[in-house]
């Protein structure tokens, strides 16, 4: 049994009814019941049997009701049911009822595995998922930098991390659907009279916001797909399609073999969904088009924004939890050739690193400002790690000679 529910304080935290919906998601059938007093479930494969059911007990206030909800969890947890119970019951029983989020990717490793750098990749992106579609809550734009970022990280933080599935690598989000998302920080000085801090959206509404960021944002892939035009982005801003979302898909599905965002929505908890599941697929050719797209929502949004791609060569962090300071040393024209890099959002700066020890060039997004000699990129971003920088030379110079002979590059299409 586990430690989760040792306690006569857990076992009163467990709602019955929340079990049997829980139970029956991941495989239980509902066989019989007593309004009130009982529901009886079949176990996973075994729908027609009544023999060793599993009776969960509905009413509090009945002398029995400890025992017999203890006796059900220590045999819905038994070795038989271990894994459903860790993987599809016990994170959400003991919470808050929470929307899930599962963010794949297919990795070309033994079942359930990815290299360091890809998985630390893929946790920063979903991070980065999430703090998109929570600005798009607040406001609809093309380019967010720092903006609404304090009240996507207060949603952020009554979201848990889950552990992943067997399988292709996973990231699991558990947002509540139920606590409240304060609009604004609460003052300090006066906390309780401060009830304009204290209101604001569930994390449900917060999340379907972040839900319809993504299928704005896939929308207008396919009809970049279809048409070859990337308007799809410009219409979807209003429906939450941003920079900041685009770029974050594009870290996910950039060199995979495949991957999707699916979202389980808690039937617990009422709205906010059409379908319990919410599903979105990527492959790794859409990691062009969400290039593209990015460049063009934050080049519309403000001229002042540029991106710089180069060698990092210069590292700086003088907090251990701030955002940190980079040099990049460009390696396209047309730009000043050495930039420094303030970064809007800290855990960008671990790819910084692994840029720098790799010597591993970078393609960095921010506003450009021109600060005495030197040239800076501030409220900037990661955009992606190109790749290795003699292999990025030799194709910036092949791409140098060809547009001298009067062709275009890839860039000059759009």
């Not at 920063?124 to 809550?137: D, P």
């Not at 003699?390 to 092949?398: C, D, G, N, Q, S």
Request: charge should be negative; include cysteine.
């Amino acid at each position: 049994m586990p430690d989760l529910a040792s306690t006569d304080l857990d076992l009163w935290r467990v709602d019955p009814t929340r079990l049997t919906t829980l139970m029956t998601e991941a495989g239980w059938t509902l066989v019989g019941r007593r309004t009130g007093v009982y529901n009886r479930l079949a176990p996973p494969g075994e729908p027609d049997s009544r023999e060793g059911s599993f009776i969960v007990p509905l009413d509090r206030e009945a002398p029995e009701y400890m025992e017999a909800l203890q006796a059900l969890l220590q045999q819905v947890s038994a070795p038989t049911f271990r894994s459903l119970w860790a993987r599809a019951i016990a994170p959400r029983l003991f919470t808050d009822p929470t929307d899930e989020f599962r963010f794949r990717r297919e990795a070309a490793f033994p079942s359930g595995l990815i290299s360091w750098r890809e998985g630390e990749r893929l946790i920063s992106c979903a991070r980065r998922t999430l703090v998109a579609g929570a600005k798009s809550y607040v406001d609809q734009a093309r380019h967010f930098g720092n903006r609404h970022g304090q009240f996507a990280n207060r949603y952020l933080d009554s979201v848990l991390m889950g552990q992943t599935e067997p399988g292709s690598y996973i990231v699991k989000a558990f947002a509540p659907s139920a606590t409240t998302v304060p609009i604004r920080k609460p003052s300090a000085a006066a906390p309780a009279l401060d009830v304009g801090a204290a209101a604001g959206p569930y994390g449900r509404d917060v999340s379907h916001a972040v839900v319809k960021a993504l299928s704005a944002t896939v929308e207008a892939i396919d009809h970049y797909r279809s048409s070859g035009s990337l308007a799809g982005f410009d219409v979807g801003v209003r429906e939450g399609v941003s920079y900041e979302m685009a770029t974050a898909i594009l870290g996910i599905t950039e060199h995979s073999d495949g991957s999707d965002i699916t979202i389980e929505w808690d039937t617990s908890v009422p709205g906010g969904f059409e379908e319990p599941v919410s599903r979105y697929e990527f492959s790794g050719g859409d990691a062009l088009i969400l290039e593209k797209a990015a460049h063009r929502l934050a080049a519309a949004e403000d001229s002042g924004f540029v991106t710089v791609t180069g060698r990092v060569h210069l590292l700086a962090r003088k907090e251990a939890d701030g955002p940190g300071v980079f040099g990049v040393e460009n390696v396209m024209g047309g730009q000043p050739r050495k930039v420094r890099v303030r970064l809007a959002d800290e855990d960008q700066y671990h790819e910084a690193i692994h840029a720098y020890e790799e010597n591993l060039a970078v393609q960095v997004h921010g506003r450009l400002e021109r600060e005495g000699n030197l040239h800076w990129l501030y409220d900037a971003s990661v955009v992606r790690t190109v790749g290795h920088l003699e292999a990025l030379l030799h194709v910036e110079t092949t791409g140098r000679t060809q547009i001298t002979r009067g062709q275009l590059s890839i860039d000059d299409t759009e």
